[in-house]
């Protein structure tokens, strides 16, 4: 799936929201002296560069970097130290006489040294133009989305105006039936391209945006994964190269969940900021797995998303005391084993906009999940070995089918086979000792 309105499962992508390459200083939104010192400190701590290294290294026109570079020689910060070429882009620079003390004091006062960073302004206006409420999907695209997954129509339909609402979506439920399965569905659904900037700007901070656990680059070697229509849409685009080109984030996190996490993070060594789990989830999708089991209570982590689930933004605070909005632009997934009602109270629920139990799997689906798991196994699938399992231990132990159970004895059966050094079959013998080693016998006692 990709981030285009859907008419049909096939309907035309839209481009995507390009950030342009800047073609003046005032371009970049930043101030003359932020990029000279950026410049100076990458020299500093780099050492020798050409020309086209450091306008490489702060993601920048050479021929921005240059004007600074010119000034920055004129005053005897910086001297050549040769060169590589012909061009001012292969002259090799050093840092120089007082040019150490001001890089020294710049380091000072933040550590950061990469891409320069992107106003706060510019960074609001490119989540807004790549929104994730753009994404449409209609039955059609929904099939397709959730083909490898076995669910009813009626879940598919309500899923489906979730997605569109790019609001919240509590998902709940016996815990083995696919609920966070569903939710990396979801996400990998909207795919597609977006512009994620290293770091931001604010008030003459950096915030670090960019994280590469969750932004997963699509540009070179990358390139090969993608289908057709994504091509299309990342090449040649010219874009700002201080935003990373990137698939859609997910971002999951469960019971290790703090409620500092979602705050501005300073490290007061660096002194700069790391955005919190749901910036970095900006224009994708937020996964609160196994909700109620973080180490902070479900009312204050709700408490803390009240105004960003409502306005779609968020305000965070600055060491220096000084706040500021940033967008809330990702559908927040929840996921939970737990009764809603014994998680918080119902004016609490009610700020999530969509609710959706997932139940344990009919016989037919059962049945169906059971064939697809051995399909992938390279299995024969006997109908009569999932009759034994109903009835010995779903019928006499009294144990609740989930939807996970054929992929985990399947995965069992095939190790224990391996094991005996026995060619892998759905064999009663083979399947029992699965059982025996997945399931608890609710009849036995200490």
Known sequence: MTTATFASPTAPLERPAVPPMPDT???TGLSVELVRDLLLKTLYVQGVRTGHELAEAVALPFALVDDELLTLQQRRFIEVRG????????????????????????????????????PLAQYTASIVAQSVVHTRYNPAAMRTGFAHMVLDDEVLDALGPAINSAKSLFLYGHPGNGKSAIADAIASMLGGVLYVPYAVEVDGQIMVVHDPVYHRPIEGAGDSALGMEDLWLHQGDGHDRRYAKVRRPIVLTGGELTLDQLDLRYDPHAKLYQAPFQAKANGGV????????????????????????????????????GK??????????FA?????????EEAFLRRIHYKLHIGDPRRDQYDEIFRRCCAAAGLTYVPAAVDHVYEEYYGRRGIPARNCHPRDLVAHLMDIAKYLEEPPALRRDLLDRACVSYFLDPTRTH
């Open 25 to 27: 200083l005032a371009d």
């Open 336 to 344: 939970t084993n737990l009764e809603p009602k014994e998680l918080v």
């Open 324 to 333: 500021f909005p940033l967008p809330f632009d990702c559908l927040l997934i």
């Open 83 to 118: 060169t590589t070429g012909t061009n001012r882009a292969s002259y090799r620079y050093e840092v120089a006489g007082e040019g150490r003390d001001r890089a020294r004091g710049a380091l000072e006062s933040s550590q950061y040294v990469g891409p320069a960073p992107v």
């Open 286 to 321: 937020l996964i609160i797995d196994d909700f109620g089991r973080q180490r902070v209570p479900p009312r204050d982590l709700l408490n803390r998303w009240i105004v960003p689930l409502e306005k779609r933004v968020d305000f965070l605070t600055l060491h220096t005391g």
